[in-house]
DNA sequence: CTTGATAGGTAACGCAAAGTACCTTATTGT
DNA sequence: ACAATAAGGTACTTTGCGTTACCTATCAAG
């Protein structure tokens, strides 16, 4: 009886075999998120990372599986540039202000643009990619947003019935029609000082809305 | 010397000639919208509609141009379906109500949603097509409730700098992580009760805010 | 009726790209 | 060292599709 060494995965290593799966990875964000999930080729992917399409096919499957597994880890790695912790301790403006500054860069880093892109497209035809996306980029968010929000509402700061909800009106602000235009490639995104103005306009709203104090 | 019968453009009128024109914008909506940009056809357009694909090239000159004049087309049919006048005369909360309904309606509609993911995706590729349906759509849309906004503040009733970036923001409410889970197919679209709920919600918020009153 | 022009149809070209059959070579257990 | 196994490379097949060259039928002008 033989001792097999497997990796995680139970497949057997060979020289460079999670590299090159990487490298295929990291080739394939660059290419389909350049040209959306259709206009990408395996070729294309394979003439940035040197090897054959083969290696594509026993690592992935295929294209969509491909595009699936890419979609999965690129959220994931956007969600590592958010450190919820900046915002503890802070009252309820400061933590919004935080918060949405964070989401805000992450919103118009160009990777996560294109990440959009690509996903919004193709989302309706490949439901687990959606899901992925979905649950580990924005919906961890909000989720994460709406869990803030109900301490401070427990605490008796803001008045609301659903932080959920509420989490996802504020970062809807965040999302709004400059977002679009930097999706669509209408306007460059925001920098730093344009987002803290941003930011700090969608708090103001979020927290005392635009009504005329009635005093 | 006999009068010569021409349309608008100045082309002459041959049998349908103009039915078929519209007949091809219509099968290529279908085409192009359920299946994105780059996964569409002539071909499948052309099935539809039956004849060949040289009246698609006569017509329109060729793929891309027959997707800008689609989206264009379909961007200004959307804005068909709001009507602005029915919230004439109305206060700020009713007004911000029937404008969030009507708003979201539209952005529940299986059509505007394809359009949606087709532009997102292709927009940054064809910068015309983005421009057309920002500027026919979101962008018409943000500028009409920044006007009535604007003569609220100069009534008194709002406090904003800016009411061109406040009505962005209450749209930015309405295009929240529900209807980007609609957009995903992660979820059905509103349904009408929901919609009344989810609007009064963002109607809420945006006029006096989620902080407790400070009395 | 003739003529000129053009919208529309037929069919082919050319290319890109997904997937695969087959071979080569490295790796691992004995 | 050697056999067994599987990753990785080469090159092909097949398919689908955008585009165009060429032809035909229709319509207006004289």
């Known amino acids: 009886m033989r ?13 460079g075999g999670a590299e090159l799966r990487s ?11 350049e040209k959306g999930y259709q206009g990408a080729s395996i070729e294309a992917v394979i003439e940035k990372v040197g090897g054959s399409k083969r290696a594509i096919y026993s690592h992935f499957g295929g294209k969509k599986e491909l595009f699936s597994a890419l979609v999965s880890e690129a959220s994931s790695k956007v969600m590592g540039s958010l450190s919820p912790e900046d915002a503890e301790g802070k009252d309820l403006r400061e933590t919004l202000r935080i918060v949405g500054l964070q989401v805000s860069r992450v919103l118009m880093a160009p990777t996560t643009l294109a990440l959009y892109r690509a996903v919004m497209a193709e989302g309706v035809r490949q439901p687990d990619v959606a899901r992925a996306f979905f649950e580990r ?7 994460g947003l709406a869990d803030v929000l109900e301490q401070f509402r427990a605490r008796g700061a803001i008045s609301i019935e659903n932080s959920q909800r509420a989490a996802e009106r504020f970062l809807g602000m965040l999302r709004d029609d400059v977002h679009l235009q930097v999706v669509l490639g209408l306007r460059a995104p925001l920098d730093e000082a344009e ?13 005392h809305g635009v009504a005329a104090a009635r005093f």
């Open 23 to 33: 490298a295929i990875l990291e080739a394939a964000s660059e290419v389909f998120l």
């Open 137 to 143: 980029g924005p919906g961890r968010v909000s989720k």
């Open 3 to 15: 001792k097999v060494r497997r990796n995680g995965g139970g497949r057997r290593q060979r020289r």
């Open 195 to 207: 987002m803290v103005r941003s930011v700090d306009q969608a708090v103001g709203i979020f927290l």
